[in-house]
């Protein structure tokens, strides 16, 4: 595809429930980042895949977040008894690897509402 | 610790120019980035600073001090559709390379 694409783009929820949020990276992008931006407030960092792996997890708040990358190229993004601290705008991104220059391009993101 | 400050809102006139300052404190400095976002939509790259000086690219220019932890973000002629966030990012070695991001500066231009 021509760029990052999220689904769905909005997703609304009950305090408790499993939610999956994915993503479909640029073609060829082994890079791969999720994060979640709540209003008014920059980006922060969940995750980072490169190929299949997570690279770095640091960012994931705690063990209810999940993500899986199994064949390098589309990722989900698993919450597991959402609470409503959790909503917010959950950002997927993807580069063309990881070289510090490599500028990362930014899908339309899931809006998160937990109830 | 990693902290970056950017004003949090700003107002300029069309045609103007406008200079929206980063500073930020990292141990590990990796480059530096300046994103547009618009409400409602997904960040969008601007620029890319690794070394000092001026990077000039079209009606937008992005100045680096390492020296100083700043930045700033230059916006010549300013046009209606440049209202927008703008994020500047710090990418920090120390924090396994990711990108360390300010809350964002909300340009306001009117006519």
């Known amino acids: 595809g021509a760029g990052v694409s999220q689904t769905p783009s909005n997703k609304v929820t009950e305090k408790g429930k499993y939610v999956e949020l994915r993503c479909d990276p640029i073609?060829?992008?082994?890079?791969l980042y999720w994060y979640r931006q709540s209003l008014g407030q920059g980006p922060e960092f969940l995750i980072y895949?490169?190929?299949?792996?997570?690279?770095?997890d640091s960012g994931l708040p705690n063990d209810r977040f999940f993500a899986v990358r199994p064949e390098g190229s589309v990722s989900t993004l698993k919450i597991q008894r959402t609470e409503r601290g959790d909503s917010a705008v959950y950002l997927c991104a993807s580069s063309l690897g990881r070289a510090t220059y490599n500028e990362q391009f930014f899908g339309p993101g899931t809006r998160l509402t937990v109830l | 610790g990693q902290n970056i400050d950017q004003p949090t809102e700003m107002t300029a006139t069309e045609g103007a120019i406008v200079q929206i300052n980063c500073t930020y404190q990292?141990?590990?400095?990796?480059?530096l980035f300046w994103y547009q976002q618009h409400a409602g939509e997904a960040p969008t790259f601007l620029s890319y600073?690794?070394l000092d000086g001026l990077e000039e690219k079209g009606r937008f220019s992005s100045f680096l001090s390492r020296s100083k932890g700043y930045s700033y973000l230059l916006l010549k002629e300013l046009q209606m559709k440049d209202s927008a966030s703008y994020l500047c990012?710090?990418?920090?070695?120390?924090?396994?390379?990711?990108?360390?991001w300010g809350a964002g500066t909300k340009l306001i231009i009117k006519p």
């Open positions: 073609s060829g992008h082994t890079a």
């Open positions: 990292t141990s590990g400095f990796n480059g």
């Open positions: 990012a710090v990418r920090d070695y120390r924090s396994n390379y990711q990108l360390i």
């Open positions: 600073n690794v």
């Open positions: 895949f490169q190929g299949t792996g997570a690279a770095d």
